[in-house]
């Protein structure tokens, strides 16, 4: 069966908005095992609204429309649609009294152009708000299912899952499944490479790619006769996809990569510190995200300034003046300095040249050295990150991240996917004293993994 | 004039990437003085692609679509616009000359499927591709002008302005102007109420609202008989806005709220320090993402246990013993720590709970409080927010950076636009000691501006 998404704004069409909704609604209908041929989006104008319902409606068995419902003069959905179907418009009371209630709760009165949007055309389906406003609503014209949403994305998103899944859903096709697993520290051509083979291998399977930056997502998306098969197929192609990706592969669609360090942190009870310069409170930033958070993360120093490396940190001045701020010594005496102000297990640092001013010919933009410290010593790691201001600090942010989630697992902290220029064992580690660069530094190393961010 | 919109692939009519490039062309094509009629994203099949370029074509003096100009065998474009305009594709010897250089930089070979980004429909115009490898291409259709541009957005951007924009500007109709405000403290139904009036006393005026949470931005959308006059019109009525909306304007379009607050320290030879606890890093990560801002920030402690407040800030075991982690108390506490440490003209603190857990009767989910400390003494101010973690955590990293903002400019830190429910004035302060506050602790106001966030 085949679906369309009808978006209905001035403010789409003028590009004012990204229209995020009409997203949200493809990749729903598409895994309710419908195919989503097309997406419109008209601005506020009932004959255009009208036209584009009626040929949508023609092509599709469902079509799914958001935008319109509001109270002001520019909110036409309703009118439009009694047009196009060759209704009127009529009251629904119990909308009206939902209405009222909730403007009288916020000490208004229900009145003037707001009371239109407890009118529909005759005949529909209420389609309840169950956290704002504005009723939805659905009609039916020649076997095609219309139903007509908010704009505004919470409000439409529990309106279809409340209103619209249970009356479509049956209509679908589900003979399909999709895999989705999210990976750091592969460029995509290697992921292509790698995976390169699979379509060919499990019969029904296509791959897809989807980028963002710095993380890619693997979809495995399999076809069989039931859907029970094409789960069972898509499960396999998945586990292939993750033998051939190794330890790129961090988790599946809902994890985020912040939530699976701190997972990692949280099934080991260590706590981490972390020391930041050029990304400036990134790192921090998306641990924190994760709720309880605090659990494992103890303190994370944003020193932007020499100064507050040393007040803070305790890194020498002597060290600064002699190696920079961007090098390996300034690297894992933040790392160090972190761990023992905040007595942590372990501690993390970034300190790199984020751009677009402040590189050098020994140290040009795009440089950022790491350290990480903990029981087993301190190791320090350079990495050569390609793109803008923007793209650097986010990619340093997860190289940071990356090697907390492998310290704190007990693996080589160098050994990450994401592969350094640069790598010097300090203190008292296991792996002993000594550095191993590739190529010289401040050259940036075109097969280090970056390129492609 | 009017134009159109048209996005092929179908990762975007699968929802499984939000269609930003629709809204950027929405917005220059607009900006260019067209009415954009529609926005169509059709999956990666050749029917589909002829059929929606044929009636897009129809009522359109202009069409752009972008998608399908690559390598792979889903990429059809070319292919699809040449049978529905009668041609046969035929290769383009420049364009095959700068794909294969490309490539070769690469160490690749150009072949196989690669080869037929250089084919185009016959007699269409070439549009070259600086910053990537598809070149793009544009036709004529009884009077429609109809181009096609790369998906990926950085190329796609490039190419509409060097080889779009000039050959469709005159077309557009130079009779309106656009002024964006951005504002940041008065909830969207205030800042309604306030600019009620402008629309009627302006003519030719519109008002348009976006919300980029915490922000909103206002449009003041001119239309008159020439540019000129349109531009001037949208001049004085945005003139009028900013009087009606006082110190929440903080820029126009281009100026990001950190970025302002960078320049007003900058303005002023002042530097900061920040101490963050729920906001864990956002304020950090959001002033280090404006290039030059080591200039300024020196030093973000993110102290996200209380051990690392009383390490880091030496903010007193018995202070977070008797007053909490989120007090007025510890707040100033931080914030002196976080100056003194740092040696800054200027500290904020932010000390909260962001949820979802963590709340109790008296500091229930969403109580933040904040410090700013400065020669001028401590202020601590407490607010209310509203929403979910991620809501919260961000309107309260702009409260504080418009707290260094308002003390950097020697403003009264408890007069900006988003009011606090509380406010105490500690230190060598010349307001005085001594606290005023709205309701009862714990009891959130509900004219407090934040109901709407």
Redesign the interface.
Known sequence: MTAAVL?IGT??????????N?????????ALGFE????????DDAE?IGA?LRRLCEGNAVVVATGGLGPTSDDLTAEAVARCIGVALSRDDASYEHIRRLYASRGRELAGLSEKMADFPEGATIVANPVGTAPGFGVEKAGCRAFFLPGVPAEMQAMFREGVVPAVASLGQRDSHQVHLRLFGLPESQVGERLRDVEGQYEGVTL?Y?AHFPEIEV?VHARAASGAEAEAQARKAADAVRALLGEAVFGDRDDSFASVVGQALRDRKKTL??A?S????????????V????DY?????????N??KT??LGVGQDVLRAYGAVSSETAGAMAEGARR???SDLAVAITGVA???GGTDDKPVGTVWFGVASDAGTVTLRHHLHGD??RI?QRAAYVALDLARRVAAGLDPAGGPAAATCQEVRGNGAHGNGAHCNGAHGNGDPAGGDSEG
Chains 1, 2 share one sequence.
């Open positions: 978006s403010e789409l069409t003028r590009g004012e908005l990204v229209n995020s009409a997203a949200w609604l493809g990749e729903q209908l598409t989503v041929r097309e997406h419109v989006s008209v601005g255009q584009a897809g989807r979809k510190a972390v930041e050029c990304t400036g409170g990134l790192v921090g930033a998306m641990l924190t995200d709720p309880g958070s605090s993360l103890l303190l994370d120093a944003v020193t932007y300034a100064s507050a007040k803070v102000v905040a007595g751009g677009p001013g201001r923007a600090r």
